[in-house]
Nanobody, 124 residues
């Protein structure tokens, strides 16, 4: 079994920054591609960013491109999401996802594991 645990969420003002972390444990060697999704109240879940197993391939949603950076440290079994220039519309629960595939993907169905989520709130 794989566990994904997010941390780093919180309350920040518009224009501020946060860094989310996602630590994989358990059978973490079976987790390769990883990604971040988010869901705001009353809205559909949406893709945020994804990263391949090697880290050399990344994808971003247009809404966060240029402001968010996804990265990973495989030695630590941890993925990160650096979020800068935060906006109120970034307010959501952010979920870490892991998959057994090696390629980065924005398709939620290609992931096998989910974290419990961490709340990010951006005040105006």
């Amino acid at each position: 079994q794989v566990q994904l645990v997010e941390s780093g969420g919180g309350l920040v003002q518009t224009g501020g920054s946060l860094r989310l972390s996602c630590a994989a444990s358990g059978r973490s060697f079976s987790v390769y591609a990883m990604g971040w999704f988010r869901q705001a109240p009353g809205k559909e879940r949406e893709f945020v960013a994804a990263i391949s197993w090697t880290g050399d391939s990344t994808y971003y949603a247009d809404s966060v491109k240029g402001r968010f950076t996804i990265s990973r440290d495989n030695a630590k079994n941890t993925m990160y999401l650096q979020m800068n220039s935060l906006k109120p519309e970034d307010t959501a629960v952010y979920y870490c996802l892991g998959g057994r595939g090696r390629r980065a993907t924005r398709l939620v169905d290609e992931y096998d594991y989910w974290g419990q989520g961490t709340q990010v709130t951006v005040s105006s």
